[in-house]
């Protein structure tokens, strides 16, 4: 599932691409992707036909197209949602799901191949939709507050890694990036967030906005061609990774080989040497 790098990838790339365009023609292709916009896929064509994008704004996984006269277009990627521009003359790509004609003459295409993603309108969302105001700041948002974070994910009993990927604690965190910062800080990912200290905190949240910050300038993670940026190019920051998807090879600290557990219907993957597994009812 595309993380905050990657979904922050795609924003700046609608800001150079449709910010300042005027969407003259909305296709809708497969209503699933419209599952979110409950009044339906014609008043989802309605309300946008003739609008300006003035801007793009994110808080986590989520992005949103800000429309003049302050409405925006809700968007999530979900699994394998991807934004193309593209000519009006290049063929349609597999898994085309709604298409956005713009008064350049090009198109912001909406492909996503198993539709767990999708858009939605939402009156009055431009400064912040009302859908998400329930996900918390992220780590590279300015208005962040780490010592709020670091009271909140005291209050919590439960493994560090459950904490920061819950969206309401703290967004944009997924599973490649929480394995990673946790493999920096080093922490195992089962440790008990209310026997964490003060400094563990903030090594962990400095390691997540610096893991973030670097997959960003290196466009992110791709394994697969189910992320790419709205030119269609795949990110490289999996050629950096130490630990998600590095089961058996060593670790780059001490040369244990990587270890894959079973985690919340995804893998966790940690070197047993760096990141000792709880012991002493420490969970």
Known sequence: MPELPEV?????????????RTVVGVTVHDVRSLRRHLAGPADFVHRLEGQTVVGAARRGKYLWMQLAGDDAVLCHLGMSGQFL??????????HLRITLTLDDGNELRFVDQRIFGGMSYSEDGGELPPEIAHIARDP????????????????????????????????????????ESLWRTPLHYARNTRHLRTK????????????MAEALAQGGTSFDALYVN??????????????????????????????RDAFMNRSSFWCPVCQPRPRNGRF
Not at 9 to 17: A, C, E, P, S, T
Not at 85 to 92: E, I, R, T, Y
Not at 200 to 211: A, D, M, R, T
Not at 230 to 259: H, M, W
């Open 8 to 20: 922050e990838v795609v924003r700046l790339g609608i800001v150079d691409h449709v910010v300042g």
């Open 230 to 259: 709205v030119n269609g190019n795949s990110g490289y920051f999996d050629r950096s990774l130490k630990a998600y998807g590095q089961e058996g090879r060593p670790c780059e600290r001490c040369g244990t080989p990587i270890r």
């Open 85 to 94: 521009v593209s000519s009006p003359d290049a063929p349609a790509p597999r």
């Open 140 to 179: 590279l948002d300015p208005l962040f507050d780490p010592t709020e974070f670091a009271a909140r994910i005291r209050r919590r009993q439960t493994g560090v890694k459950r904490a920061i990927l819950d969206q309401t604690l703290i967004s944009g965190v997924g599973n490649i990036y929480a394995d």
């Open 200 to 211: 563990e905190i903030e090594s962990l949240l400095g390691h997540i906005g610096e893991v």
